[in-house]
């Protein structure tokens, strides 16, 4: 099995930034890409960003130019980053850190750290 520990979140102001961090522990053989979801009050959850083992990046569009993803080497641990610029009160949410093989990322879920963009 995977566990997968989300921290990081809080209340920032709009065009603060935060960083979150996951780390994953237990079956590392069984991850290789890693991303961030994260669900807001009344809305579905969306995919945020994810990183394969090689380093390739996807992001939402809602994202871009803002958003960075990052892995430590994979093949020494498995964590990953969020780091979340120029923060705005529609990226309110909680946070989730996902794992998984290479093309099943969201195999493994972490319970979630709430960001609270708020003046």
């Known amino acids: 099995q995977v566990q997968l520990v989300e921290s990081g979140g809080g209340l920032v102001q709009p065009g603060g930034s935060l960083r979150l961090s996951c780390a994953a522990s237990?079956?590392?053989?069984?991850?290789?890409?890693m991303g961030w979801y994260r669900q807001a009050p009344g809305k579905e959850r969306e995919l945020v960003a994810s990183v394969t083992s090689g380093g390739v990046t996807n992001y939402a569009d809602s994202v871009k130019g803002r958003f960075t993803i990052s892995r430590d080497n994979p093949n020494v641990k498995n964590t990953v980053y969020l780091q979340m610029n120029r923060l705005k009160p529609e990226d309110t949410a909680v946070y989730y850190c996902?794992?998984?093989?290479?093309?099943?990322?969201?195999?493994?879920w972490g319970k979630g750290t709430l960001v609270t963009v708020s003046s």
């Open positions: 996902t794992a998984g093989p290479q093309f099943d990322y969201t195999r493994y």
């Open positions: 237990g079956s590392m053989s069984r991850i290789a890409a």
